[in-house]
């Protein structure tokens, strides 16, 4: 498999839920090699342990089942091998479904799976607790066992989103362990695509510059023996493919300098993004590091029971009203109620739906029936007694079940990485031997000079993304907030302007929380994290934007003092 000039890696899926045509769609446009789908997030493991703790035959995307029996007939004719984390907690059980249904379609093709990562039923003696599911992040040289054995498809449970264009790289170049350039470069380019359309102009800051947005292309990895890579997109398809697209894509829910995989640790600080002609962005001068000698474990549990009741609050006195429903529920709901306020009323309005603004109350507790029924009636019953235009925005309802995500590291050694083949025959995948100590594989990079800024004169009040970009995003109770901008003249400003301080007035919620920062000057960009913003995950609703995916726009529009040179013209 080796010998190859460039290997086109496409890929169809960024979540569980994504557009089920875009398999089909790049087969159709051709010219890929691999194509890969990445189905996995905190969330879904959570909604596929549940599956599975009613069936034990599932815990897998089942719509992957579906997009398998479409499109896997021109998948063969074509060549095309396809690699998806769509086993999620069962890839033997999806492995054999898919074994299945292509032999019902009659079609040779060879299945092979990557198990290992499942480690809920060691939970207690890995210190783990009970969690309804626990897996450990493996690697990519399990599927490049997979690959190199034959196989057509490859179903994997938790990899790293980036491992899904690692294998096949490493499987069609012959990369060994020691390649650590090139593992990493297959990283970063893996971390681009890896969210789908969201490097073709999806989700992107500065949209209103993409002619065509109604329905991106999904994104290609041109990927070098060296690991160096083209980011591009289908052909004739809506989007766009620009080093801000891919920019922003990079920012993606990363933290420091030292981007960790278990086969690499990738050196953000060295990633190198230009132009390479219309559609194109060429990623180079990346450079790798050793991985750690621990994985990362995603642990996912039942943290209670949640329910929430939204009151309508019209016209005048809303800060009134909403102080007479907090002291009128006072002795019902627990200590730990949060009360959100959200003005979205507007001042003379001529609807009532403009007029109004939302409080949620959002309550939780061990006991189902405490915050079931019992809260929200006791809601409802200040129907003709409260506030003047009392009314909710659904009846009441029973409480519902959330689950809480946090993460965990255990020694690799402690941790199977099994590649079985098409033929059955079950591989062990060592674990990197050039792994390092945690501490010193994940240690923390000095901030790196910033250029000095001239501009001293005068300024303009205007919203900062009008001169910056930004991608927000969730990592268990964490969310990072990447910013960047494309204009080499604004990076020493907004460098020397993006402090830690400067993103607790601009965002008060930060206020109290501890906060991090990372300069990357090759992608004129700051990443800060926010701690605890988002409570125990996605699932935990801590806020409004329970994902932070919001986080980044709201931090834009902030109006700031921006140098006059810097501001276009009419803003704000």
Request: proline share 7%.
């Amino acid at each position: 498999m080796t010998g190859r000039q460039v290997v086109r890696i496409g890929n169809a899926s960024g979540f569980y839920g994504d557009r089920p045509s875009a398999f089909r769609e790049l087969l159709e446009a051709g010219n890929v090699d691999v194509i890969t789908g990445d189905y996995l997030a905190e969330l879904t493991m959570l909604i596929l342990a549940r599956d599975r703790a009613k069936d034990p035959s599932l815990g897998y995307a089942r719509t992957f089942v579906a997009q398998f029996e479409d499109c896997i007939g021109l998948a063969t004719e074509r060549g095309v091998r396809l690699v998806v984390n769509a086993g999620g907690l069962n890839p033997a059980g999806l492995a054999g479904r898919l074994r299945e249904l292509s032999a019902n379609l009659g079609l040779p093709v060879g299945v092979a799976h990557v198990e290992g990562d499942d480690l809920t039923h060691r939970a207690g003696e890995l210190g783990l607790g009970e969690p309804l599911c626990a897996n450990a992040y493996l690697g990519g040289l399990g599927i490049a066992e997979c690959l190199r054995a034959g196989a057509d498809i490859v179903v994997t449970g938790r990899v790293t989103d980036a491992s899904l264009v690692v294998g096949p790289a490493a499987a069609l170049f012959g990369w060994s362990p020691g390649d650590l350039d090139a593992i990493a470069g297959a990283m970063a380019a893996g971390h681009v695509i890896e969210c789908g359309t969201q490097a073709t102009g999806g989700n992107y800051a500065f949209f209103r510059t993409i002619a065509d947005l109604r329905r991106p292309g999904f994104p290609i990895a041109e990927v070098a023996p060296d690991g160096s890579s083209v980011i591009t997109k289908q052909a004739g398809t809506g989007g766009a493919v620009t080093v801000g697209t891919v920019t922003a894509q990079l920012l993606y829910e990363v933290g420091g300098a030292r981007y960790a995989g278990p086969d690499a640790v990738l050196r953000l600080d060295s990633v190198r993004l230009t132009q390479d002609g219309p559609g194109r962005v060429r990623i180079s001068g990346v450079r790798g590091e050793s991985p750690p000698d621990t994985l990362k474990i995603g642990v996912n549990a039942l943290g209670g029971y949640r329910n929430e009741v939204t009151f309508v609050l019209t016209g005048l006195d809303i800060e009134a009203k909403a102080d007479l429903v907090r002291r009128q529920l006072s002795g019902v709901v627990p200590d730990n109620t949060t009360w959100t306020l959200a003005r979205t009323d507007h001042e003379d309005s001529g609807t009532t739906e403009t007029a109004s603004a939302l409080l949620h109350c959002v309550v939780r507790g061990k006991d189902p029936d405490a915050i079931g029924r019992r809260f929200t009636d006791s809601a409802v019953h200040l129907a003709l007694g409260s506030y003047p235009g009392f009314h909710l925005t659904a009846p009441p309802g029973a409480a519902s079940p959330y689950g809480v995500f946090r993460s965990a590291f255990v020694p690799a050694s402690a941790v199977p990485h099994v590649a079985v083949l098409p033929d059955g025959s079950r591989i062990a995948v060592p674990h990197s031997p050039l792994a390092v100590p945690a501490a010193r594989a994940l240690a923390s990079v000095p901030e790196p000079p910033i250029p000095d800024s001239e501009r001293e004169g005068a300024t303009r009040r205007a919203p900062l993304g009008r001169v910056a970009g930004a991608r927000s995003g969730d990592k268990g109770g964490d969310a990072n907030l990447g910013v960047w901008v494309e204009d080499d003249r604004a990076w020493p400003w907004l460098a020397r302007f993006l402090t830690l301080d400067r993103v607790r007035a601009l965002l008060p919620e930060t206020a109290e929380l501890e906060l991090e920062r990372h300069v990357l000057p090759n992608l004129r960009a700051v990443n800060v994290i926010v701690h605890g913003l988002l409570g125990e995950g996605v699932a935990y609703h801590a806020r409004f934007d329970p994902q932070a995916k919001a986080l980044g726009e709201l931090l834009r529009a902030r109006v700031v003092d921006v140098p006059e040179e810097l501001a276009p013209e009419g803003v704000p």
